[in-house]
């Protein structure tokens, strides 16, 4: 018996179990690691591109990561939490994946890349992010309550999102700031399976297949993030 490709989606966010994630897809986010930015802090990661054994790069990524997150929630220092969030802003994607972005899903630096690259998706897409996010509500009414995105979604309620979380990382409870986003992801994935059933009615094959690949691995994300938040509350994610 041959599985139309919408009942196969359908099975899509029933895979949402905290199992092992694939490697980041490539093609997801290329488009945001080009702007240069100016850095900050970067004496402390000054270090990690001239490193090339990669059990060095490793402890070095582990140690960084320690160190954001020690320092954000080290006192209440507002206007250091928000210097914290804008972290990706001020350093550019390309140097922040050069820290973290190999390390593994289950670590405290592979969890910071997933959420700056989060809030950076939210941030420069804002139009789309609303839209496939708003596409999916009503297929993932649970999450969406979780998730907490301010009605109607648009592009500032994205980009807050974006902040909140990473906020909360900081100065807030880390594990449900981790949940938090791990269902704005299953959000996500839902809109895009909504898409994608759309792009079927109207014989958009390409798209179809876009938006089902992309759902695909905005339910590993949220499979890394509920994990890393499970960690986080055993005191074992580092």
Known sequence: MVTSPRTQRRGLLL?????????????????????PRRPIMRPSFDGVSAASDPAERSALAHETAAAVVHL???DDDREMT??????????????????WRDSSADSLPGTLWALYLLRTWVRRTGEEAARVYSAGTARAEVASAVAGVAEPPGPEEMADLGDAVLTSVFDGDLALALDRA????LVVSAGRLALADDADETGDDAEAARQTRLASGNVRLADQLSRAARLWRADALR
């Open 15 to 35: 895979q949402h179990n905290g199992g092992v994630s694939d490697p980041e897809d490539e093609r997801q986010t290329e488009r945001w690691r080009r702007t």
């Open 72 to 74: 954000g929630r080290a």
């Open 82 to 99: 928000a210097r914290l969030v804008a972290l990706a802003d001020e350093m550019g994607l390309d140097a922040m994946a050069d820290l």
């Open 182 to 185: 791990a269902a704005f992801s």
